[in-house]
């Protein structure tokens, strides 16, 4: 039976992850977030060990629960370029500093440190399908701070992987543009403040204008949240040791669609719902710029596919869920919600 630590339990892998462990496995999970809100009833569990806390503040539980667990999962980070480019220094802060002493108690008692990298990593990298071994990691100047998102993992990356030549067992895996029910809040009006599909969205349910950054030509490839867990559950599993010192993308290369595209298919699908026609109606797509939406310290990246070869023949997973599908379920899963959306009107 493992012991599985998940700091930053309430975010949106965390509490998918926490709900798929519970249901499926006879593994423990000791969980630790600021929140609760997207736990609900999983609080209650019995296999659920749940401690409100900072990362920050409360070190020395920490340092104990990794001592405890067999499988350390360090999900705390600041993941909405809004951030990067107005506040670089607190994802710094949080997304480095404070997860550096996390990194060393894993090496000190020789956890299995599973760690959230990102397929930010690669930044404008120009290969048509980025390769964890082989693909050239590319951030733009100093000016853009958009980058100290990317840098501040890749050096996380970098400092796990000399952990890992010291003896630590460790997996990266980068997620693709996971998306799902709970990524972000819909209920959030301020553009810029989550992320892409979920932004869409409550503008969706508000009958707000949907903005287009730089025109929306820029490709994501969108990932189900299902499929990214299937492949993380593998990872923790580690059967035979498999996912010992390896970097895994985990993404799905078949979803791959431009900003536009994905505001289309959106609109789309909307008017087949009724709590979202009337709405979807009074939507227009609005083109801006980056800097006009972002901040003039940002910079983007046409494409992003990841390329999926040894996430795939090593830990036999494979994504399933077609982009069709996908915006479905997180259309059906927020139906409830849109009364509270719309009350951000009023």
């Known amino acids: 039976m493992k012991k599985v630590l998940i700091l930053g339990v309430n975010g949106f892998i965390g509490h998918h992850l926490s709900k798929r462990i519970l249901e499926t496995t006879d593994w423990e999970v000791y969980g630790m977030d600021m929140q609760t809100e997207r736990l609900g009833e999983l609080i209650n569990h019995p296999r659920m060990h749940f401690f409100e806390g900072d990362i920050t503040i409360n070190k020395e539980w920490v340092e104990y629960h990794v001592k405890k667990c067999d499988v350390i999962l360090p999900l705390v980070a600041i993941a909405t370029p809004s951030t990067y480019v107005k506040q670089p220094l607190r994802v710094f802060e949080l997304d480095f500093e404070a997860n550096l002493p996390i990194v060393r108690s894993a090496a000190k008692y020789g956890k299995h440190l599973v760690f959230p990298s990102t397929s930010e990593v690669y930044g404008m990298c120009h290969d048509e399908e980025f390769d964890p071994e082989e693909s050239e990691l590319i951030c733009g100047p100093i000016n853009k701070p958009r980058w100290i998102y990317s840098c501040a993992k890749q050096l996380m990356d970098r400092v796990i992987w000399g952990y890992g030549m010291e003896g630590l067992n460790f997996t990266l895996f980068r997620p693709f543009n996971w998306i799902g029910a709970g990524l972000d809040n819909i209920h959030t009006p301020k553009e810029g403040s989550s992320r892409v599909v979920t932004q869409f969205f409550g503008h ?38 498999i996912a010992s010192g390896k970097i895994y993308n985990i993404g799905n290369p078949t979803n791959n669609y431009s900003i536009r595209e994905l505001a289309h298919m959106m609109l789309d699908l909307a008017a087949e719902y009724p709590e979202y026609a009337e709405t979807a109606k009074k939507v227009q797509l609005t083109e801006t710029t980056s800097a006009a939406y972002y901040g003039k310290g940002y910079q983007d990246v046409q494409n992003r596919v990841p390329k999926i070869t040894n996430t795939c023949e090593e830990l036999g997973w494979k994504p399933v869920t077609t982009m069709k599908d996908t915006m479905r379920n997180i259309f059906d899963a927020y139906r409830s919600q849109v009364a509270e959306a719309r009350a951000l009107m009023d």
């Not at 949907?210 to 990932?223: H, N, W």
């Open 204 to 241: 969706i349910v508000r009958g707000e204008n949907i903005s287009l950054v730089d025109g929306g030509a820029q490709k994501r490839a969108f990932t189900y949240i299902d499929d990214g867990i299937d492949a993380l559950m593998r990872i923790i599993d580690n059967k035979n040791g």
